[in-house]
């Protein structure tokens, strides 16, 4: 079975600095990983994927992740969050037939 | 943007009355998803669908039912509604370009349903 872990809850971050969310998953097969984000009182929208290839991929907002099959991590990083940074953020695993979800990691953005 | 509604945003109802999440899509999708969410907890499919007339249950058990009657169209039913049914739900789709998995999953803003 598949399964996502996000180890942290809530995390908080100064405006400027740099930002690391983990993700670990559980899968029987070269999985395909995404990161998701929600905004207050909105639904949830892609930040980016791996399906296979470069390790390190790119998304939208000047985020990116990077995949580790050896530690079974897809962990995303922020050089300099922005206030607006601030929402719930998905970690999911799955193929064509379903993706399972993480229970997501609430940011927080300080002056 | 996403081209995905539900409506109604925010529903308050007694026990054991009927209701009906609606969703719709304008992109054509032919995969539909209905997500439940909880804080603090992680999305749970309970439904999906491939296209007309297709309906799915997903990896949690839920008493809502479904039905794809057009592709744009993918509403969720309660028969009778019971305070285990307060939760988020949202509703999603998905594109596939030929036989490729895009991999994205496009998701509306979710009803967020309190049963009393």
């Known amino acids: 079975a598949q399964s996502v872990t996000q180890p942290d809850i809530h995390i908080t971050v100064s405006e400027g600095a740099s930002l690391e969310l983990r993700c670990n998953y559980s899968?029987?097969?070269?999985?395909?990983l995404f990161w998701y984000v929600q905004s207050p009182g909105q639904g949830l929208q892609l930040l980016l994927k791996y399906f296979s290839g470069d390790t390190l991929v790119q998304g939208i907002k000047g985020f990116e992740a990077e995949f580790k099959r050896s530690q079974s991590s897809f962990n995303l990083r922020k050089p300099s969050v922005h206030w607006s940074d601030a929402a719930e953020y998905f970690c999911a695993v799955g193929d064509e037939e379903k993706l399972t979800f993480g229970t997501g990691t609430r940011l927080t953005i300080i002056p | 943007e996403a081209d995905i509604y539900q409506t109604p945003r925010y529903l308050v109802i007694g026990t054991g009355k009927k209701i009906t999440l609606e969703c719709s899509q304008t992109?054509?999708?032919?995969?539909m998803y209905w997500y439940q969410q909880d804080p603090g907890m992680e999305l749970h499919l309970i439904h999906y669908s491939y296209g007309v007339n297709s309906t799915e249950k997903g990896d949690l058990s839920s008493e809502s039912t479904v039905s794809r009657i057009r592709t744009e169209h993918f509403p969720l039913t309660l028969e009778s509604a019971r305070p285990s049914h307060t939760s988020q739900y949202l509703c999603a789709s998905s594109e596939y370009r030929g036989t490729q998995f895009t991999g994205e999953l496009f998701f509306g803003e979710g009803s967020r349903l309190t049963v009393l």
């Open positions: 899968y029987g097969a070269t999985p395909y």
């Open positions: 992109m054509g999708h032919d995969k």
